[in-house]
Structure formats: C-alpha cells, structure tokens
C-alpha cells in the first residue's frame, strides 16, 4: 500500500508528546505544525481527515470568532483538499464571511 511518508521528524509522538490526539480511523493521529502523523513502522504517515458524512466539504455556515482562523492559534487540520481549523472540537473551515462547520472530531 502507498502513502505519504514525513520524511524529517526529530519528535516522538505519544500520549505525553504535547501535540492533540485525533482518532482517524481507529487509532491516534498526532496534529503536529499543520499535518497528521501517525507512527509507522519507524517512520510516520502523513494522513488527511477524509470528506465523509462525518466530516463533510460543505458550506453550513457558523459563528467564527476568529477572525476566519488566520494566526488565531487554533490547530490546522488537513481535510479533504483544503486546511481546517480545530475549535472545540469541531472543524472550522474560513469562507468568505463566516466559517463553515465541517463536523466534530474526536482526540484522546
């Protein structure tokens, strides 16, 4: 099976690394500067939150108090083939005016 390796990686992740815990299928992906990693035979995968009915790519308009979550400290995620952005447990993707609520995740 394919898939996208992070090729320079000092940081050991774990439950006591300091980076969120986010379930993706099945087992603990690390939010680390942006990206997913997850442990892998020595090495670690670069994953993506899936679009899906969980976590669609749809405009569902929110409350965004943040400005549109650019440099407001919040946890980029990679979704689909765009960046969203951890708020309470939700994904946050900035449009236009508002954020769109692009479904809850769950971390550890």
């Known amino acids: 099976m394919s898939h996208e390796i992070h090729q320079t990686h000092s940081h050991v992740h774990g439950t006591h690394c300091g980076h ?5 299928d099945g087992h603990p992906d690390y939010l680390h500067e942006g990206h997913l990693h997850s442990p892998h035979e020595g090495h670690y995968d670069e994953h993506v939150i899936a679009v899906s009915s969980d976590n669609p ?3 569902a308009p929110i409350a ?4 549109g979550h650019q440099g407001c400290g919040h946890e980029a995620v990679p979704h689909g083939d765009h960046i969203d952005y951890l ?8 449009h236009g005016d508002h954020c ?3 479904g809850a995740l769950t971390t550890a």
């Open 100 to 102: 769109d609520n692009h």
């Open 20 to 24: 969120t815990a986010v379930i993706h």
């Open 64 to 67: 965004c108090l943040c400005g």
């Open 57 to 59: 790519d749809i405009c």
């Open 87 to 94: 708020y309470e447990g939700v994904l946050h993707h900035p």
